[in-house]
């Protein structure tokens, strides 16, 4: 298994922090959370339906997958639920969850809490009025497990403020309690008013209470300006971003070695629901054959659907995206070819790099540079933009076979650049055992005629570098090893960058095995690794 076990994860939290001294104190440190919960709500004497209420019933006759992963996650979702058992006089504590769409945000906290087992509720907000909200919220806390459920019963709250309050009367006494709204941007959107009663609420009654507070949204830009300077939530809560499931999750869905491990997570960017359609043990074209064959499968669907919630037709931001996608990489080319001009593409980029769908990247080196690079941050939308979008309408008429064989064609030196920001993302990881890598940040090197394109520079800092710690090569081929040839293009490369000498160390990253030596040679295996040993 190379994912860690929760329990092993919960020992290396137990070692650090005043949550784990308490979950040792209780349980040796390795009981799950549940048990310890049921317990803490004997001792607070409060009846308690203990349970789930709404995504079982919502899910109800729909099989969910098994859930994977996102240890890291629960054991941050387990240690704020101990801070709220240890706190006093204010115990209750908020948390505020985004991350982009699809990623996994309502089923990781679905999961959190039927593996705590405390009363909640769970209210998931969407467009419609406020009224309609109101009366849906009602419902909900009426049809949940806190204990206090009966008081939702014949009350219509005609405001946030009157229904938030009630929700405190709700709330067990003593023991522990869990409120999430799901979508929270919906509300904060449709009444101005909304943050405020929130804020109000929660600090004069909600976390007076043993409780957690959960916001949870996918618009990243308003749920990180939530908890922003002079805003109500302001220092008061907790922020997690759930990220796509890393390649060492992805390892254990797909059971795949870890060269194909990779190859996976370019195609489906750790997405859980495009991975839910992947078989344990299929290849990648195995994979791929189903996928394009059917216009429905998540592969084929996700991305668009992404786009149209995230980005509005008039930014024109598919079309800055498709250009990047396309392999355009400075801003006046992407300008060319997705026919816009300098204000709209600025303003375009601008949005896409706050939600972190495009990274814009600035040569490595002890000189300083404005060759700013893009590249589309998300390895799914990549894949998509570049094999799948264009081509939709060929697999709507059922020519997945084409699209298939274009694939094919391309794969191997897309796949070259394509993985080279996964890689640097992997090198960076990589601490245990590698000093020279220690203390650096990663990145690449280019000039504008691209004579030399350096994949990786490692240096003190950026992006201008006081000491290059390490250049390196990336080949990320099936069958060829990285060779005497190679090792001389990066003596050549290493005499051409700024900073580096002939003493800097030389790092080869190479899918097939390293040929020569002298070099610090990753593989795809020390590479996967690389999520194991720092998994945040
Ligand atoms: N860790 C996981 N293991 C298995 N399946 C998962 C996991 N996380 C998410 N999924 C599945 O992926 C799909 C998307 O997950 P989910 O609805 O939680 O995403 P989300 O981030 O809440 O999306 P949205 O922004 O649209 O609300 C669901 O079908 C879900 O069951
Ligand atoms: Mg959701």
Redesign the pocket.
């Known amino acids: 298994m190379i994912v860690p076990q929760r329990e092993q994860c919960n020992e290396a939290v137990a070692a650090t922090d005043t949550v784990g001294r308490f979950l040792r104190a209780f349980h040796g440190g390795t009981q799950p959370l549940s048990t310890f919960a049921a317990r803490l709500d004997a001792i607070g004497g409060d009846t308690v339906k203990v349970g789930s209420t709404k995504h079982e019933c919502v899910k109800s006759g729909v099989s ?7 240890d890291q996650q629960l054991n941050v979702l387990d240690g704020l639920l101990l801070r709220v058992t240890e706190g006093g006089g204010k115990p209750g504590k908020a948390l505020l969850m985004r ?10 906290v679905e ?1 959190f809490l039927s593996r705590a087992g405390v009363p909640h509720v769970y209210f998931t907000a969407s467009t419609r009025s406020t009224g309609e909200e109101l009366r849906l919220f009602v419902e909900e806390v009426r049809g949940s497990s806190l204990p206090g459920a009966d008081l939702f019963e014949g009350v219509t709250p005609t405001s946030w403020d009157g229904a938030l309050r009630l929700l405190g009367a709700a709330l067990p006494d003593n023991g522990l309690s869990v409120v999430v709204i ?2 929270l941007p919906y509300l904060t959107r449709s009444d101005p008013a909304f943050e405020g009663t929130l804020q109000k609420v929660f600090d004069r009654e909600l976390s007076r209470r043993r409780m957690l507070f959960i916001g ?1 949204g ?1 618009d990243l830009a308003m749920m990180e300006a939530l908890n922003g300077h002079g805003r109500p939530f302001y220092q008061r809560a907790t922020e997690m971003v ?1 990220p796509p ?1 890393s390649p060492a999750e992805v390892a254990a869905m797909l059971k795949l070695d870890p060269a194909n491990v990779f190859d996976a997570y370019l195609v489906t960017g750790g ?3 495009i991975l ?1 359609e992947w078989k344990a043990g299929a290849s990648l074209w195995e994979y791929l054959e189903d996928a394009v064959a059917s216009p429905t499968s998540a592969l084929l669907v996700s991305a668009e659907r992404a786009l149209t919630a995230e980005f509005p037709a008039e930014l024109q931001a598919l079309e800055v995206l498709t250009a990047i996608g396309s392999g355009e990489r400075t801003f006046t080319n992407i300008g060319r070819a997705a026919g816009i001009a300098q204000p709209s593409l600025a303003r375009a980029l601008g949005i896409l790099k706050t939600k972190r769908v495009v990274a814009a990247e600035l040569p490595l080196s002890t000189r300083k540079s404005s060759l700013t690079r893009y590249q589309v941050a998300d390895p799914y939308l990549r894949f998509w933009l570049a094999f799948l979008g264009p081509y939709l309408p060929e697999v709507e008429r059922g020519r997945g076979d084409r699209v298939l064989a274009r694939l094919r064609t391309s794969w191997p030196s897309w796949r070259g650049r394509a993985i080279e920001p996964v890689l640097r993302e992997a090198l960076d990881r990589v601490r245990v055992g590698t000093p020279l890598l220690g203390e650096g940040v990663v990145g690449g090197y280019w000039t504008r005629s691209n004579d030399p394109e350096i994949d990786i520079v490692i240096a003190d800092r950026q992006p201008i570098a006081k000491h290059i710690l390490g250049i390196g090569s990336i080949k990320w081929l099936e069958q060829a090893p990285f060779d005497g040839r190679d090792l001389a293009r990066l003596v050549v490369h290493r005499s051409q960058l700024p900073g580096a000498t002939d003493d800097t160390p030389l790092i080869v990253v190479a899918r097939a095995g390293c040929e020569v030596d002298g070099v610090t040679a990753f593989g795809p295996e020390d590479l996967l690794n690389a999520w194991l040993v720092r998994p945040d």
């Open positions: 969910l997958s098994a859930f994977i992963g996102r991350g982009r769409p699809r990623v996994g945000k309502s089923r990781l999961e799901d979508e949870v996918s759930v499931l997405l859980p629901l839910d």
